[in-house]
Nanobody, 117 residues
Framework: QVQLVESGGGLVQPGGSLRLSCAASGFTFSVSTMNWFRQAPGKERELVATITNDAVSTNYADSVKGRFTISRDNAKNTVYLQMNNLKPEDTAVYYC??????????WGQGTQVTVSS
């Protein structure tokens, strides 16, 4: 079955950086478009970044464009989110996902990112 394990979150000051990782299993990672979502307290879960299976194409929410970079390593079944120049409004639980996981109603445990001085 699909399994997604996020890691790398933490507490960081405004302007700081974090790199999130997501280890995937239970499906053919190398043919799957992958996404990062986030959910802040009291808000809807929102799509942050997308990367195609071959990493040729990426897309970002306007709020993170120019600051976040999504990447992947198909040999390691892992997708990453490099987050630079973090802002307090980036505080949220971050989740990786794929269409197959969402179709099954599956979300990993997520990783908490807190941006605060």
């Amino acid at each position: 079955q699909v399994q997604l394990v996020e890691s790398g979150g933490g507490l960081v000051q405004p302007g700081g950086s974090l790199r999130l990782s997501c280890a995937a299993s239970g499906f053919t990672f190398s043919v799957s478009t992958m996404n990062w979502f986030r959910q802040a307290p009291g808000k809807e879960r929102e799509l942050v970044a997308t990367i195609t299976n071959d990493a040729v194409s990426t897309n970002y929410a306007d709020s993170v464009k120019g600051r976040f970079t999504i990447s992947r390593d198909n040999a390691k079944n892992t997708v990453y989110l490099q987050m630079n120049n973090l802002k307090p409004e980036d505080t949220a639980v971050y989740y990786c996902s794929t269409r197959r996981a969402r179709a099954a109603g599956y979300w990993g445990q997520g990783t908490q990112v807190t941006v605060s001085s």
